[in-house]
């Protein structure tokens, strides 16, 4: 059977684990355990009565206190299941069937004690709850009084409503002393008392009507009498228990029709009165309305005779009168108009309601458009403070500079990283410009071109100052006196154009950024040409190449991105890919200082075929964009935080401008796997960084925790029901110390046997051989094993040697 939840009542309260602990079928028990504690009736009984007795507690109770070899008989509308020393049958105590039955069981005996505890089938209206369990008692009590010895006990229960006071009238009358108590296990919520009556006086002749519920009580039927009833319900009449009316001596009433017309209470004067008379004329000319049929004036000469029908043509007959002389509008039209006065006024309310919620809405609107903006420039300072800091920290700046991000993006051109975004902003522009409108088609010199003579202008102030910078304007004038003589190969050349452009900007910006210098240019220039030699035309073969096994396998294609060509993304693409890279650099700093780390992202840039291969800086493949997965980034990430420049410097070598391009496929292919550079990363960091990992994956996962919590959860609640039940162990009232200690220990004994019993050892021999399921016999967990347990004792020899970690042979 499923368990019953808690209800509001807490029902499963002390007494009912008292119960449970005890034996006893029901908590009502205790209350007959404590009604008999303070007025001691069981002990000296020999017979005793308990009317609605099921499931039986109050019957346990009795069989437990009364002196053995005692009669006792329980009675209830369901049968109740045997009790040692208790006779008992299923019957109703209202019906005469239940007396003769009682009658046949206690032959000649009288009955000591009469008990009743029963309760109606309640539901049902309150009042007439409690009525029914008055009617209940007065039926036990009718039963006492025929079954009780004289000195005798009757116990019951009441509910306290109105009949209380009558009931306890009746009790005085039969018994010498009457006590109302509400033992301590009756909960505070119940109406519930217990009356307990004794010495019972046993008169020769008990008037019946001190036994009759109509007598006892006022009928709750009754109260809901009224004249409406009286109206609707005629059938029903009303007994004339308060006698005449104050001022009233006469049964026969008569009041006019204008009278019936205009009272505010028709149904009232139809109740009141024997007959309505058309007296005045006014009434009288009602006669010649067609409505005024005959029998229309037969209804009103005697009201009396009439039934609910009638009533009602009275009052149909009223309304119509009404509204013919002007007291009342027609129903529908009164309907009409409360209808139509409604929209008025909801649509008054209405408008009212739009002005002001369209001025609330427009101060609303203001309001949160304030609050966003002061929080963007909070936020917007915020960020330039913590950039400023960050900046101090890695010693980019000195104390003097700070501010500096404050002047604005007029500001005097500002290393790198307004370098690099100054690039993306011209290819963005020649990008747009570009007649053909490949973005891989960059041509610098197309570039220049339109830079000079009808970009500059159009150049917001960081690319323009990104080109008025001399060391760019000379890297440009060179470029174009280079390519001037060959339209053909600058055109081949443009994809490199812009990337070279691009790299050659990020080694300028390392060296603004760095010492602040331009006296290298010659060298800038070098490693510019170089790279737009090394960019042939054959890279628009290896694009197409690579876009295939893109599309084949996303793996490779961050492979030849990252080795064969890192550079071959278009130019569009760049900017989203040295965030990336930005991020990823930064990805140890929790500020989010571009402008540090660009210099440190476009420096590893120049040399990514080789020098970083290693480290998935880019945040093209792996869990999230731009996290940092393995070791060795991290670790490069966090020498970049500790020395940028080393890391920088350490990313020019050997390999970095290798010519691959003329070279086997195979080739390459071996030299990405076996060929790789030394980084500048140190064995000691690396280690302590993979320590790190592995002692967060050392952790217990989340499930693992959760579960841990669960059962740790579990114990506590078990624990706390056992203290709980042997708190109410010991709280009970009708057990002796010892007693009590018994059944605390046998509680905790179960508990504690039930955590470490081991499972019963069954031999697979004799009847048990090749048995399926369980023996016959056996109870509780068991197990099967072979007469000289061999398996078992070599699977503990097994688990013995995992334990101690020796390898199985
Ligand atoms: C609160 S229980 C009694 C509990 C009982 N004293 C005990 O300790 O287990 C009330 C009982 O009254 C019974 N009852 C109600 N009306 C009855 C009737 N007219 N005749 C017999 N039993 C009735 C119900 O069947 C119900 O079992």
Redesign the pocket.
């Known amino acids: 059977m499923g368990k019953k939840g808690k209800t509001g009542k807490g029902r499963l309260d002390k007494y009912y684990h008292l119960a449970k602990e005890q034996g006893f079928?029901?908590r009502?028990?205790f209350k007959l355990v404590q009604l008999n504690k303070k007025y001691n009736f069981l002990e000296k009984a020999r017979v005793l009565i308990d009317l609605?007795?099921?499931?039986?507690?109050?019957l346990q109770v009795a069989s437990k206190y009364m002196p053995a070899q005692s009669l006792i008989l329980g009675?209830?509308?369901?049968p109740i299941k045997p009790i040692p020393r208790v006779i008992t049958f299923a019957?109703?105590?209202?019906t005469d069937k239940c007396r003769a039955e009682l009658r046949g069981e206690m032959k000649t005996w009288k009955a000591d004690v009469v008990l009743h505890?029963?309760?109606?089938n309640v539901g049902t209206a309150w009042v007439q709850d409690a009525y029914s369990q008055s009617e209940?008692v007065l039926h036990s009590l009718k039963l006492a009084t025929e079954f009780l010895a004289k000195g005798g006990t009757f116990v019951t229960k009441v509910f306290r409503s109105k009949d209380y006071n009558s009931l306890l009238w009746v009790f005085n009358q039969l018994f010498e002393n009457v006590e109302a108590t509400k033992p301590p296990s009756s909960r505070n919520v119940s109406a519930e008392i217990f009356v307990v009556c004794r010495d019972f006086k046993a008169p020769k002749k008990i008037d019946p009507k001190f036994l009759d519920p109509r007598h006892v009580f006022d009928e709750v039927e009754e109260q809901t009498v009224t004249h409406l009833t009286s109206v609707f319900q005629p059938e029903k009449k009303k007994r004339q228990r308060e006698g005449y009316g104050d001022g009233d001596y006469t049964l026969f009433h008569t009041t006019t029709i204008s009278q019936f017309l205009q009272s505010p209470d028709p149904v009232g004067i139809l109740a009141a009165n024997n007959t309505i008379e058309f007296a005045s004329d006014a009434d009288r000319a009602l006669l010649a309305h067609e409505l005024t049929t005959d029998e229309i004036k037969t209804c009103f000469a005697d009201l009396k005779v009439l039934g609910k029908k009638d009533f009602k043509a009275l009052l149909k007959w009223r309304v119509a009168m009404r509204v013919h002389l002007g007291l009342e509008v027609p129903k529908e039209q009164a309907q009409a108009d409360a209808a139509a006065a409604k929209a008025a006024k909801a649509a008054a309310e209405e408008e009212e309601l739009d002005d002001e919620e369209r001025m609330a809405r427009e101060l609303d609107a203001l309001a949160k458009e304030d609050r966003v903006r002061a929080k963007r420039t909070k936020r917007k300072l915020r960020e330039k403070r913590a950039r400023e800091l960050l900046r101090m920290q890695l010693n980019m700046t000195a104390p003097t500079d700070v501010g500096t991000e404050q002047q604005g993006e007029d500001a005097l051109f500002d290393g790198g990283a307004n370098a690099t975004r100054a690039l993306v902003e011209v290819q963005g522009l020649s990008d747009s410009e570009s007649s053909d409108g490949d973005e891989s088609d960059y041509d610098m010199d197309e570039a220049g071109v339109v830079l000079d003579d009808d970009v500059a202008p159009k150049l917001s102030g960081r690319a323009a100052m990104f080109f008025s910078n001399p060391m760019f304007a000379s890297i440009f004038e060179e470029e174009r006196a280079k390519k001037a003589g060959s339209a053909k190969a600058t055109k081949a050349a443009a994809p490199a154009g812009g990337k070279a452009t691009k790299r050659a900007a990020a080694v300028i910006e390392s060296d603004v950024d760095m010492d602040g210098s331009d006296d290298d240019d010659d060298d800038y220039l070098d490693v510019y040409n170089r790279e737009l030699e090394e960019e042939s035309a054959s890279r628009k073969r290896k694009r197409q190449e690579e876009k295939i096994a893109r599309t084949l396998a996303s793996d490779d294609e961050v492979d030849s991105a990252r080795h064969d060509d890192s550079d071959d993304d278009s130019d569009v693409e760049q900017p989203a890919a040295k965030s990336r890279r930005t991020e990823a650099m930064a990805a140890s700093d929790t500020s989010d200082d571009s402008d540090s780390d660009d210099d440190a992202g476009e420096a590893m840039d120049d040399d990514d075929d080789t020098a970083f291969s290693d480290v998935d800086l880019d945040g093209t493949t792996g869990p999230p964009e731009g996290a940092l997965t393995t070791p060795h980034a991290l670790a490069l990430a966090h020498m970049v935080k500790q020395n940028k420049h080393a890391v920088v410097d350490a990313s020019f070598n050997r390999y970095a401008y290798a010519d691959n391009a003329d070279l086997p496929a195979w080739f390459l292919e071996d030299e990405r796997k076996f060929n790789k550079p030394v980084m500048p990363v140190s064995k000691e960091t690396v280690e302590a960084i993979m320590e790190r990992r592995r002692a967060l994956d050392a952790r217990p996962i989340k499930k693992v925790a959760e579960a841990k919590y669960r059962k740790k959860k579990r114990a506590v609640a078990k624990l706390t029901r056992l203290v709980k039940k042997a708190a109410s162990i010991a709280e009970a009232e009708d057990m002796t110390e010892s007693a009590k200690a018994t059944a605390v220990s046998k509680l905790l004994s179960k508990k504690v046997a039930k955590q470490h019993e081991k499972p019963k050892l069954v031999v697979a021999r004799g009847t048990n051989r090749g048995v399926k399921g369980r023996p016959g016999g056996v109870k509780g967990r068991y197990k099967m094993v072979d007469s000289r347990m061999k398996k078992e004792l070599r699977a503990t020899k097994r688990i013995g040697d995992k334990a101690k970690g020796k390898k199985r042979k």
Not at 75 to 78: F, G, H, K, P, W
Not at 91 to 94: A, K, Q
Not at 117 to 120: F, L, S, T, V
């Open positions: 079928r029901s009502a028990a609605c007795a099921a499931p039986g507690g109050w009675v209830d509308l369901v019957s109703d105590i209202t505890d029963g309760a109606p209940l």
